[in-house]
């Protein structure tokens, strides 16, 4: 996609990908991951379209939840302070999404595989981390 406001089909979807660099919260952007092929598989979703900054705001409006449920477990550091400072650290933007051909490109070029680059197969319908 030349621009984030650009939109695409969601059925024009083959392959997704979510750069994030701290490899510690790979259960956190895995459930993500794996809430968007819920999403984009539903038959009613998959007509609509999207734009890289609608990807932006669904995982920044969600990602702190998937933080709870799937990592913290309300189990460690659950003072409100740093909650928060986890909540606007989980944050991305338009520049951490790629769809379809800029996947290849990024992780075909001089990526050095080390756990940051979560990548969902739309065919295969399975997340992978790169």
Same mark, same amino acid.
């Given at each position: 996609?030349?621009?984030?406001?650009?939109?695409?089909?969601?059925?024009?979807?083959?392959?997704?990908?979510?750069?994030?660099?701290?490899?510690?919260?790979?259960?956190?952007?895995?459930?993500?991951?794996?809430?968007?092929?819920?999403?984009?598989?539903?038959?009613?979703? &998959?007509?609509?379209? *999207?734009?890289?900054? $609608?990807?932006?705001?669904? =995982? +920044?409006?969600? /990602?702190?939840?998937?933080?709870?449920?799937?990592?913290?477990?309300?189990?460690?550091?659950?003072?409100?302070? &740093?909650?928060?400072? *986890?909540?606007?650290? $989980?944050?991305?933007?338009? =520049? +951490?999404?790629? /769809?379809?051909?800029?996947?290849?490109?990024?992780?075909?070029?001089?990526?050095?595989?080390?756990?940051?680059?979560?990548?969902?197969?739309?065919?295969?319908?399975?997340?992978?981390?790169?």
């Amino acid at each position: 996609m030349r621009n984030n406001k650009e939109y695409i089909k969601v059925s024009d979807i083959y392959s997704f990908g979510i750069r994030f660099s701290d490899n510690d919260f790979y259960r956190t952007i895995t459930a993500f991951m794996d809430a968007v092929i819920v999403l984009f598989d539903d038959y009613a979703f &998959n007509k609509k379209e *999207v734009n890289k900054d $609608l990807i932006v705001q669904l =995982f +920044n409006e969600s /990602i702190y939840g998937h933080y709870i449920i799937y990592q913290n477990r309300l189990e460690y550091q659950c003072s409100s302070e &740093n909650l928060n400072n *986890v909540k606007e650290y $989980l944050k991305i933007d338009s =520049f +951490n999404i790629y /769809i379809n051909e800029e996947v290849r490109a990024f992780t075909g070029g001089d990526y050095c595989p080390n756990g940051e680059f979560f990548l969902i197969d739309m065919v295969l319908g399975e997340v992978s981390v790169i």
